[in-house]
Nanobody, 121 residues
Framework: QVQLVESGGGLVQAGGSLRLSCAAS??????MGWFRQAPGKEREFVAS????????YYADSVKGRFTISRDSAKNTASLQMNSLKPEDTAVYYC????????????????WGLGTQVTVSS
């Protein structure tokens, strides 16, 4: 069966860094991405990566601060988050898909359960 497991969340001060990881198992994917959802808000796109080519895409709000990467041998995607801001506080979800637009939630077939990121001011 397909499984995505996130790790690396936690509590940091504004300006700090965290690195999230997503371990995937069960099958290969065309692309993987990270989404986040804050209380009372809709789930939003953060970053994605094309597995084969390594092309990356970022939400404007995180460009220059976050970096998505993948380790093909370990079937793992990571999100390095630097210069964190309080508005980055959310549950972060790893997701994977096969077809569709990589910035859209409904393009992702498989989802992890999420990991909490809290940034204090």
């Amino acid at each position: 069966q397909v499984q995505l497991v996130e790790s690396g969340g936690g509590l940091v001060q504004a300006g700090g860094s965290l690195r999230l990881s997503c371990a995937a198992s069960g099958r290969a994917f065309l692309f993987m991405g990270w989404f986040r959802q804050a209380p009372g808000k809709e789930r939003e796109f953060v970053a994605s990566i094309v597995w084969s080519k390594g092309n990356t895409y970022y939400a404007d709000s995180v460009k220059g601060r976050f970096t998505i990467s993948r380790d093909s041998a370990k079937n793992t995607a990571s999100l390095q988050m630097n210069s964190l801001k309080p508005e980055d506080t959310a549950v972060y979800y790893c997701a994977a898909g096969l077809i569709g637009t990589m910035t859209m939630t409904n393009s992702y077939r498989y989802w992890g359960l999420g990991t909490q990121v809290t940034v204090s001011s």
